[in-house]
């Protein structure tokens, strides 16, 4: 499996981001997509995931501000960001397993990541 993300990014705080994640390859081994995030000197975290199913999860301090998505037939997940803050700033990772993604050890397979910046 392999996966492609795109669409992080330098915005200011308050301002929003929509990065996406492609999958490709032996997809059929997939049920969750979801995203990861590590800050500099921070451990990596879970930030949310969804099932294809349509079932989603997501850390306590992106609720109500992050909403996941996901198509399947492009395989491909969405996670949009609003109201963003300084404290969103890391390196997002896609990530897709067999299981809800409600933290990394949980992932199958990673992505490379993508920046996102907020500034204050």
């Known amino acids: 499996v392999q996966l492609q993300a795109s669409g992080g990014g330098l915005v200011q705080a308050g301002g929003s981001l929509r990065p996406s994640c492609a999958a490709s390859g032996s997809i059929f081994s997939i049920n969750v997509m979801g995203w990861c995030r590590q800050a500099p000197g921070k451990q990596r975290e879970a930030v949310a995931s969804?099932?294809?199913?349509?079932?989603?999860n997501y850390v306590d301090s992106v609720k109500g501000r992050f909403t996941i998505s996901r198509d399947n037939a492009k395989n491909t997940v969405y996670l949009q960001m609003n109201s963003l803050e300084p404290e969103d700033t890391a390196v997002y990772y896609c990530?897709?397993?067999?299981?809800?993604?409600?933290?990394?050890?949980?992932?199958?397979?990673w992505g490379k990541g993508t920046q996102v910046t907020v500034s204050s």
């Open positions: 990530a897709a397993g067999r299981n809800v993604i409600t933290r990394p050890g949980y992932v199958d397979y």
């Open positions: 969804i099932t294809s199913g349509g079932y989603t």
